[in-house]
Every structure is written in C-alpha cells, then in structure tokens.
C-alpha cells in the first residue's frame, strides 16, 4: 500500500493487490490480483480483478472491470462494464453505462455505445 492511499472502511483489497501513493478507494469495492498507479480514484461499489491500471486514472461508481489494462489519465464513467482483455489506451474517456467488448482496445478520445450498449472497436486516433 502506498502512502497516503485513502480507503473506505468496506473496501476490500487482496494480499497479491499493490496500490500506488495517493490514490483513493470507495466504499464495497472490491479489488483481487491488481496493480493501482499512483494518484488514482476508484469510486464506490467497484469489482476490479487481475487488472493493472497506470496513474492519474479516474474510474466512477459501479465499475466492473476484469484482465483489462488501463492506461494513463484514463476516465471511466459510472456503471461502465469492461470484459476480459480490454485495453484502454492514455486519457481515452469511457462514457457512464458502456459495456466494452472482450478483447477490446480503445484509443480514441470518446467512447461512445451502440444501440445494444456495446462498443466493440475503435478507430485509432492519428
């Protein structure tokens, strides 16, 4: 655990998990076999797993995340669902609600869904 990491009393963080220095973590989040960066905030009742996420990373309430790389500076909207192998490249913002696809990687500056609520590819920015 880093310094100055805030924690809510509920929040849950297993042994094999590192969390970087100023980072701040909800209320009923739970996160298991995951790396956190520095100065980061994950926001309440989060389930993340065997993911790595880089600094300066904002992810909001609800998020579900699974095998999934997240790059600097990235935001995650509440509610946001990310499947296994998802790879979310430097400062892409991901809209509230999206669900992105297994296997995803995203590298653009928004994201936006389909009219099933699932975004599965990207248009890389030049």
């Known amino acids: 655990m880093g ?4 924690r809510h009393l509920s929040t849950q963080i297993s042994d094999s998990c590192v969390v970087g220095n100023f980072t701040k973590l909800g209320a009923n989040t739970t ?6 960066g520095k100065n980061c905030t994950i ?59 297994e296997g995803t990687v995203a590298s653009c500056l928004a994201i936006t869904t389909s009219s099933q609520g699932v975004v599965s590819f990207y248009l890389k920015k030049d």
């Open 31 to 36: 996160l298991k076999t995951t790396v956190v």
């Open 43 to 101: 926001g309440n009742n989060c389930k993340i797993e065997n993911c790595i996420i880089w600094d300066n990373v904002q992810i909001g309430d609800g998020v579900s995340m699974l095998n999934c790389l997240i790059c600097n500076g990235v935001v995650i909207g509440d509610s946001a669902k990310l499947l296994s192998g998802a790879m979310i490249d430097k400062d892409v913002h991901v809209r509230p609600g999206v669900t992105i696809a």
């Open 3 to 6: 310094m100055e990491v805030k």
